[in-house]
């Protein structure tokens, strides 16, 4: 004979039938994400979740400022409040505001080292409200970033926790571990330049007309909260689906939210020969 | 029910007012006994004693050290900037009810409350109203409501309590009061001495037509007074916008700690009074009296000591970018920017004014993405602030320049969003490259074959050109001071000796006028 709650039970899933697929099965809610600003990035890895630690690591022109930036315009453009924490004071405002970030929705704090950027980050944090807060530390030096204690990234993670803030850690080596709910390593892959040589063919210009393109960077999931742990090295196939691969385009030389002035693209820009 | 009043005023009065004014600054002085003196020791005289006081048998008039012989007494100096502060406080409680508001003395305001009835109901309600304000504002007061402004002013001199006198028995409240209460002149009030008149009723009693002949017009004016007459229009104050308030201190202050008790009692009875008045505070001006230094104290020389060194002066402004009433909020920020510039003195004196503005309305919409709380988000920048240093926390505004790295850092405001219908009208740009800059930029060595960088060095790695864009020149403020000239160039290096990442894109560039390569940035 069947308990009442074993009765129960099967009544309730007797009558949910056809609607509910495990109606007593605990299912972990899907984290909200943010788009990051990279189509192809947000595919991948669904967009940035809220709420939650991102780590994204890499080495130096391996894209991470160029990921930073593009998360900011996202953000800022949609009406939120963003807040960067500098470690080193490398951020530069006139080619975000070039790429789209509203400068006016982003709190900047310019430290000077990596002290000042954890005690800003954790003040930030506390005061809550902002939709987006970001720690480059990128430019701090390695062997101290290795030095803070996990404890220090889980506390920010606990932070964070049920609010709609999206925390981004970047650094050259990943230091947040499990902390982290999303990881990300950014590889450089290979820069383009144009050659216009043909379009400037007077003698006076002493090199080729070259000009940076673009520069395309891969982004390889090492963590996340959809997915399990990487297990590329059993099957060799599920690695290429956690990769993927993004063009960044060069700016125009002198962005043009800088100046009050008349702005001139890059073709139109005097050349002249360099007296160095 | 309360009496009907035709056209109601009400007088408010405080009682011993130079006392409240002091035990209002400190209001632990109001649970022990307390005289207040006034004159120069030790000819000084006790001008107002409080009840503990007067139970020990101390009257008004004794000097200082008569009155100390009754017992443990606190002693206060007479304090004209309490006085002030007081009054203006006593306004704000008053405002706070009607605009039509007369200054008829430091202790005693005459309002018009015609046309209220609707807005409070009854006139005890009122009545209650107002004493509660006054007593938020730290002030015990005698208020009297009459359809006559000059009955309610000598009844709430006379009688304690909230008292209303009806329509058409003004005569019959003033007839037991002496006549002094009217506050004839000196040479008024002896006539009436010597006549023999010493109630309001034996004036009443008198022939105008006589009285005129005898006293003159004062005399009239009195009678219809005491007659339960004398009507006349108020002399209306204009609403201030400005309050300020003051501290002197018996002893002077260096501990923050200590100072910051006493800034948030004077925060406090700030924001009473704005709140009183329905504003906020926009900006707080904090003027600090510091104790002269002490080589100046001991210098004995004659001509320092005929004229008393005047006291140095630190100010502190508070600027906020959304108006508040939040006295702990203002407190936090106050002691934030203390510790950052603190006076470098012991403070003897604070003087503390606040510019109001109209409060903040709030309108939260299930459309616009959530934002930081203002007055949070302002204390968080001041904590970052204290942190990493006043300039280095904000919004970074770009210069009307082409100078390289061209920016100011501005006060970062949660900027107003808009709905997500306008939200999406925003262009997102195809995801650019960004620069990471080096500030200050690295100085480096760069060897030039047909003028075109082909190897270059610094912080100790070398490489060699693949790639390379420039020189984009640019100059400018040459006719300034500090002129700026230079070509800017993209590489793209190899680096040797690095496995590990052996290209990287960089912005270069040569300073003309130093005749030295610089590295701005790295592409990442």
């Known amino acids: 004979m069947l308990s009442r709650s074993s009765a129960l039970r099967l009544h309730v899933e007797s009558a949910l039938a056809g609607r509910v697929l495990s109606p007593f099965r605990f299912q972990q809610p899907q984290p909200i994400t943010a788009s990051c600003g990279i189509p192809e990035l947000d595919q991948l890895s669904g967009g ?58 982003l709190l900047w704090v310019r430290c000077r080292n990596l002290e000042q950027a954890l005690r800003s980050v954790d003040l930030l944090l506390h005061g809550g409200g902002f939709s987006l807060v970001a720690v480059n530390l990128t430019a701090a030096p390695s062997r101290l970033v290795r030095h803070v204690p996990l404890n220090f990234w889980f506390r920010l993670r606990r932070t964070v926790e049920n609010t709609s803030t999206i925390l981004l850690l970047l650094t050259r080596e990943s230091h947040a571990k499990t902390c982290a709910s999303l990881v990300l390593h950014m590889e450089r892959a290979a820069a383009s330049w144009s050659w216009q040589e043909a379009a400037y063919p007077s003698r006076a210009f002493h090199t080729p007309a070259a000009l940076l393109h673009s520069c395309a960077s891969t982004a390889e999931i090492v963590r996340s909260p959809s997915q399990r742990k990487n297990i590329a090295f059993i099957d060799q196939a599920s690695r290429h689906s956690d990769r993927t691969r993004f063009a960044l385009s060069a700016q125009d030389f002198f962005p043009a939210a800088s100046a009050g002035g008349p702005h001139l693209p890059p073709s139109h820009q005097e050349r002249t020969e360099n007296r160095g | 029910m309360s009496p009907e009043l035709s056209a109601a005023f009400a007088a408010v009065f405080v009682p011993n007012f130079i006392l409240q004014a002091i035990a209002r600054a400190e209001p632990e002085l109001r649970a022990q006994p307390l005289a207040i003196l006034e004159g120069h020791p030790p000819h000084d005289r006790a001008i107002a004693i409080n009840r503990l006081a007067e139970l020990l048998g101390v ?83 005698q208020i009297a409501l009459s359809g006559n402004v000059e009955t309610a002013r000598i009844v709430a001199r006379a009688l304690p309590g909230p008292t209303i006198v009806p329509a058409g028995e003004e005569r019959r409240f003033l007839e037991t009061l002496p006549v002094g209460m009217l506050s004839p ?31 003159g017009q004062e005399g009239v004016r009195l009678h219809a007074i005491a007659c339960g007459g004398g009507q006349r229009p108020l002399l209306l104050t204009e609403p201030a916008q400005r309050f300020e308030e003051s501290l002197e201190l018996e002893d002077a202050v260096e501990d923050l700690e200590a100072l910051s008790f006493l800034l948030g009692r004077i925060l406090d009875q700030l924001a009473a009074r704005v709140s009183a008045r329905a504003l906020s505070i926009a900006v707080v001006h904090t003027q600090f009296e510091l104790q002269p230094s002490f080589e100046n104290a001991f210098d004995t020389r004659r001509d320092l000591l005929r004229s008393k060194p005047a006291p140095r002066l630190f100010p502190c402004t508070l600027e906020l970018p959304v108006p508040t009433r939040d006295a702990k909020l203002l407190l936090k920020l106050l ?81 107003p969003s808009e709905t997500r219908g306008a939200s999406t009208q925003t262009q997102i740009t195809a995801p650019a490259l960004a620069l990471h800059l080096y500030r200050p930029p690295l100085p480096a060595r760069v060897q030039l074959q047909q003028h075109k960088p082909v190897s ?6 070398a490489g060699k050109v693949l790639h390379a864009s420039g020189p984009w020149r640019s100059c400018g403020e040459w006719w300034e001071e500090k002129p700026w000239q230079e070509d800017a160039w993209d590489l793209e290096i190899h680096f040797f000796a690095e496995p590990a990442s052996p290209r990287g894109l960089y912005r270069f560039a040569f300073d003309g006028l130093l005749n030295q390569w610089f590295v701005r940035g790295m592409y990442d």
């Open chain 2, 335 to 415: 002691r934030l920017r203390l510790q950052a510039h603190p006076p470098g003195a012991p403070v003897q004196k604070i003087h503390m004014a606040a510019e109001s503005s109209l409060a903040r309305v709030t309108q939260g919409s299930l459309f616009v993405p959530a934002s930081p709380d203002p007055d949070k988000l302002e204390l968080t920048i001041a904590r970052i602030a204290a942190v990493v240093g006043e300039g280095n926390v904000g919004s970074p505004r770009l210069l009307d320049s082409h100078r390289p790295d061209a920016f100011c850092m501005e006060r970062f405001a949660a900027a």
């Open chain 1, 48 to 105: 940035l979740p809220r709420g939650a630690l991102t780590e994204i690591y890499g080495a130096a022109c391996s894209g991470i400022t160029s990921l930073l930036q593009s998360a900011l315009a996202a953000r800022t453009a949609s009406g939120e409040c963003c807040a960067l924490v500098d470690a080193q004071d490398a951020f530069a405002p006139a080619h975000a505001q070039s790429a789209g970030v509203a400068l006016r929705r």
């Open chain 2, 185 to 215: 002149s000196q040479e008024l009030a002896d006539v009436f001495a010597r006549w023999g008149i010493s109630t309001c009723k034996e004036l009443a009693s008198l022939p105008v037509l006589d009285l005129s002949e005898g006293v």
């Open chain 2, 59 to 141: 009257t008004p008039g004794m000097s200082k050290a008569s009155a100390g012989q009754f017992g443990p007494l606190a002693f206060r100096a007479r304090n004209p900037g309490a006085e002030e502060a007081a009054h203006a406080a006593l306004l704000d409680a008053a405002w706070s009810v009607t605009p039509r508001v007369e200054s008829f003395s430091p202790d005693t305001l005459l309002l018009d409350l015609s046309g209220l009835g609707a807005l409070f109901g009854r006139h005890d309600e009122l009545a209650r109203r107002l004493a509660a304000a006054a007593a938020t504002l730290g002030m015990s007061v």
């Open chain 2, 456 to 461: 270059v060095t610094f912080q100790g790695r």
